[in-house]
């Protein structure tokens, strides 16, 4: 027996969509948005759901709130899932961000150079750690567990699983729309990590 916890991360916005950096700037969906919402719906509509836990971001519960619908169950919102704070890069595209210095140094070494005005890394690590490690102790072995949140909230939760260094968490993807997996059995310590940044049906990676 294993317990299934499913890391999406939340539906294409208008910024996203014009790679800009989103903070915790509260925006919804974009059209495009909703209808990858309304497809992680149809992947997880056939996988029983004990739990759907999501950042209060609008973004984000509203991804949620598609998943959850056909199970017939409360979205809890968490703030520990909530968007990396970016300081003086919200609302900055990604081509003004990269010609920075300060952020050729943040991606050389992301602890010691962190985000101008922007959340450390290690602490956003922890909270969003602590709201899985609650759901996992929550919720019996044996249970599906989905956790919606943003792109760098996925990317070092997944390095977090996989042993790296949070420096390295910018290494992972997690596209608008994505499901990354991870198992964990009643005999391991750490999870098994089933897929990271999928976008496709779900029964063949939980064979």
Same mark, same amino acid.
């Given at each position: 027996?294993?317990?299934?916890?499913?890391?999406?991360?939340?539906?294409?916005?208008?910024?996203?969509?014009?790679?800009?950096?989103?903070?915790? @700037?509260?925006? *919804?969906?974009?059209? %495009?948005? !909703? $209808?990858? #919402?309304?497809?992680?719906?149809?992947?997880?509509?056939?996988?029983?759901?004990?739990?759907v836990l999501t950042s209060p971001l609008l973004r984000a519960?509203?991804?949620?709130?598609?998943?959850?619908?056909?199970?017939?169950?409360?979205?809890?919102?968490?703030?520990?899932?909530?968007?990396?704070?970016?300081?003086q890069w919200e609302g900055k595209s990604f081509e003004e961000?990269?010609?920075?210095?300060?952020?050729?140094?943040?991606?050389?070494?992301?602890?010691?150079?962190?985000?101008?005005?922007?959340?450390?890394?290690?602490?956003? @690590?922890?909270? *969003?750690?602590?709201? %899985?490690? !609650? $759901?996992? #102790?929550?919720?019996?072995?044996?249970?599906?567990?989905?956790?919606?949140?943003?792109a760098g909230v996925v990317r070092m939760l997944l390095a977090?699983?996989?042993?790296?260094?949070?420096?390295?968490?910018?290494?992972?993807?997690?596209?608008?729309?994505?499901?990354?997996?991870?198992?964990?059995?009643?005999?391991?310590?750490?999870?098994?990590?089933?897929?990271?940044?999928?976008?496709?049906?779900?029964?063949?990676?939980?064979?």
């Amino acid at each position: 027996m294993h317990t299934t916890l499913f890391l999406v991360r939340h539906g294409e916005t208008a910024w996203s969509k014009s790679r800009r950096v989103l903070g915790r @700037r509260d925006l *919804a969906l974009s059209d %495009v948005g !909703q $209808a990858q #919402a309304e497809a992680l719906a149809t992947h997880f509509a056939r996988i029983e759901i004990a739990e759907v836990l999501t950042s209060p971001l609008l973004r984000a519960f509203e991804t949620a709130e598609k998943i959850a619908a056909p199970h017939r169950i409360d979205v809890a919102r968490d703030p520990r899932l909530t968007d990396l704070q970016a300081g003086q890069w919200e609302g900055k595209s990604f081509e003004e961000i990269n010609a920075l210095p300060e952020f050729q140094r943040f991606l050389r070494d992301p602890q010691a150079d962190g985000i101008p005005g922007g959340e450390p890394l290690a602490a956003a @690590r922890e909270r *969003a750690v602590a709201s %899985v490690e !609650q $759901a996992l #102790a929550d919720n019996e072995m044996g249970a599906n567990i989905v956790v919606v949140t943003h792109a760098g909230v996925v990317r070092m939760l997944l390095a977090h699983y996989l042993g790296m260094s949070v420096a390295n968490y910018h290494r992972l993807r997690a596209s608008p729309g994505s499901i990354s997996i991870l198992r964990y059995d009643s005999a391991r310590e750490l999870p098994r990590v089933l897929a990271v940044n999928h976008i496709d049906s779900l029964e063949r990676l939980l064979e």
